[in-house]
């Protein structure tokens, strides 16, 4: 898919916040060492196994699995260390540094520097298509909807996307849109959708884990102090 003015914008957009936060957030400032962040990425990781036990999912050697937007790979790590091969296992991100240290990570994986709406892959190539915390970060609908296309184009007709990402805006940063019910059903209209409220905000995770991981998990189950969805989207087989 050839990209257009406005998409060259949105993506130089997107590589300059990145650079920015690169500058001004502590390179350790999402280290697990801290309970908030611990917190955080143990709920998302138990959540997301049991979404992919529920939709049988498991195991996963043997399945091929594309995260889009993969960063320096912490979830593909994950997938590996659920049971998923390496020489299974791709990404792609904008940003190089990034994608060199996935490489030094995991080396064996397939992964590539490139752009969401212009997916170097076959049609239906993946069991697996994930997408954490990506399309939040478009602003430019025409660029969020090239990237929906393509994660449709590639992932298998007995695949599914797997997708974790904020539904609320952040008050703090402009430079990120939260993803409604109502549009996720937009970019994917031929996919059914199962989707939860999890993530307790990040704010209260920090203040509250280091002296209870109970109350933030007391929290979380109201849903009411939650920021993102996890959904499952699969092909509409009618």
Known sequence: MAESGD?????????????????????DFYSLDKPGNLYVYTQRLRDAVNLMKRRSLFPLAGKDILEVGCGSGNWLLDFERLGARREHLHG???????IQKAKERIPQADLQIGNAAELPWPDQSFDIVLQSTLFTSILDPHLKKAAAEE????????????????????????????????????????FLITFQRITLAAPLARRLAPKSWLICYLLEQMKLFNTHYLGILAKDSS
Do not use: H
């Open 7 to 27: 998409f060259f914008q949105e993506i130089a957009r997107i590589k300059s916040e990145s650079r920015r936060r690169k500058r001004e957030i502590p390179e």
């Open 92 to 98: 792609i991100d904008l940003d190089e540094e990034r």
């Open 151 to 190: 994660m449709r184009r590639v992932v298998k007709r007995s695949g599914m996307i797997l997708w974790y990402d904020f539904f609320c805006d952040n008050p703090w940063n402009p430079n990120v849109r939260g993803i409604s019910k109502r549009e996720l059903k937009t970019l994917f209209p031929d």
